[in-house]
């Protein structure tokens, strides 16, 4: 495809590694945010997130980007929008699509102007429907064209995982295009002609529930194993073992990346698109035990290593979380497990302190709010002062720690995530402790 401008709307996570990336591939991108503050910094050179390998790659393209909070300038200047923004969960669980509708408002308005074709990709997860019932219908009547003639329209979820966004973005699992408009779905084609793997045309409402199904799924491996590992362990048995050889059988679409006893998920995903799949069967009275009891089960587990903490450290003690945001290689600390934990001991009285190196107060405010009392001086400066306190939690969302048993000598090792798994030497000279083997 030859160089295309687009706009893409959030620049968040998911829509600033798609721009970066886009502009990669040699096309002028308008990025769009109501945020003035990202603006601004993303006009000054500076990015409002961290992601790996990501402000290399901005700096390499800056001179294909450009940013603006103007939907009118930024559908005028290009001739393909990508909206990105978020679908966050609201307190009863079900999936918020006001920013969903704020969107497809403000791109009909700019679309009355706009004589040429244009095409609108939504990327944020939306519960299957939304594009049909709302999106579409809000297009066509504020622009006042019809879907497949003066607009085209498309739902292409995104599989992007935070900390290998950019990679993931170049190397998909799958293209999913869910649109009945062949010129659109022509048109994405041959953008994403040059990615491997399978690119798949197929209804909207069908594109629309293959997010929640991959998340969910996801979600679900996650807990299934940690189930079977601590289930395992209560009989003597090791648990990381028992599903290394469960996980042979690759046959009926089991991936052993998620299928290893461990701590708890969290993340701006899996938890959200589990809670907005039950709101979405709950709404049809479709009975589902299993689904509805994912996120019940991984706060379980997060008490689980409450009480492991609590047979083996007296009350009163500091313990320091290794590791805050929930996964490695970022800074994003959504539905993290970490600060559930940290909720938890200072509820049974200890004293907890953290290490990340991504992660400031800041950061866990933003999300949490008055959930829990966290300041910066409640972070060590070091890895090696985290490292010198007596018990130690790791929680696996920051995984380069040393492998030497002088390191832990004297030292309480809780090791939720199976950072020192592979060192079965090193663990039984140390005092280790773990959930599921």
Same mark, same amino acid.
């Given at each position: ?25 040699? &096309? ?47 559908? #005028? ?9 978020? /679908? ?49 219908? /809000? ?33 998909? $699992? ?114 589902? $035990? ?10 379980? &587990? ?48 200890? /004293? ?10 800041? &950061? ?23 490292? #010198? ?49």
């Amino acid at each position: 495809m030859n160089s295309r401008r687009f706009a893409i709307i959030g620049m968040g996570y998911v829509g600033l590694v798609g721009a970066v990336c886009l502009a990669k591939m040699g &096309h002028r991108i308008v990025g769009l945010d109501i945020d003035e503050r990202k603006i601004s910094l993303l006009k000054e050179g500076k990015l409002p997130i961290y992601e790996e390998g990501l402000e290399e790659l901005f700096n390499e393209v800056k001179e294909n980007l450009e940013f603006t909070t103007d939907f009118n300038e930024a559908i #005028s200047k290009t001739e393909a929008c990508f909206v990105c923004v978020g /679908t966050p969960s609201r307190r009863d669980g079900k999936v918020d699509l006001s920013f969903v509708r704020s969107a497809s408002e403000s791109i009909g308005e700019a679309l009355k102007n706009k004589s040429d074709y244009y095409y609108v990709v939504f990327r944020s997860t939306i519960p299957p429907g939304t594009s049909q019932h709302l999106i579409i219908p /809000t297009i066509e009547k504020l622009a006042g064209k019809r879907f497949g003639e003066g607009f085209g329209y498309a739902f292409n979820p995104e599989f992007l995982r935070e900390g290998t966004a950019i990679y993931d973005f170049f190397n998909p $699992p799958k293209t999913v295009i869910g649109t009945t408009d062949k010129r659109t779905a022509d048109f994405l084609l041959e953008l994403y002609s040059e990615l491997p793997e399978e690119k798949i045309v197929i209804p909207f409402v069908e594109s629309e529930m293959v997010k929640y199904v991959d998340n969910t799924w996801h979600a679900l491996k996650v807990d299934f194993a940690n189930e079977i590992g601590y289930a395992a362990k209560q009989f003597g048995a090791d648990g990381r073992l028992v599903m290394e050889v469960f996980c042979k059988d690759r046959k009926l679409n089991i991936s052993p990346v998620y299928l290893k006893p461990g701590f708890a998920f969290g993340g701006s995903c899996l938890p959200k698109d589990v809670k907005g799949l039950v709101s979405l069967l709950r709404d049809r009275d479709i009975k589902s $035990p299993v689904v509805e009891n994912i996120m019940p089960s991984n706060f379980i &587990h997060i008490r689980k290593a409450r009480h492991l903490i609590e047979n083996v450290v007296p009350k009163g003690e500091l313990v320091v979380i290794i590791g805050v945001a929930f996964k490695p290689g970022t800074d994003d600390v959504r539905e993290t497990p970490a600060v559930y934990l940290a909720r938890e001991l200072l509820d049974a009285g200890y /004293t907890v302190k953290y290490y990340d190196p991504l992660v400031r107060a800041s &950061h866990v405010k933003a999300f949490f709010g008055d959930f829990i009392e966290i300041t910066d001086e409640d972070f060590f400066s070091s890895l090696n002062e985290a490292l #010198s306190q007596r018990n130690l939690v790791f929680t696996g969302s920051f995984k380069d720690v040393p492998r030497r048993e002088e390191a832990y000598v004297g030292k309480k090792i809780f090791d939720l995530y199976g950072i020192f798994y592979e060192d079965k030497e090193l663990r039984k000279k140390i005092d280790y402790y773990a959930l599921c083997w």
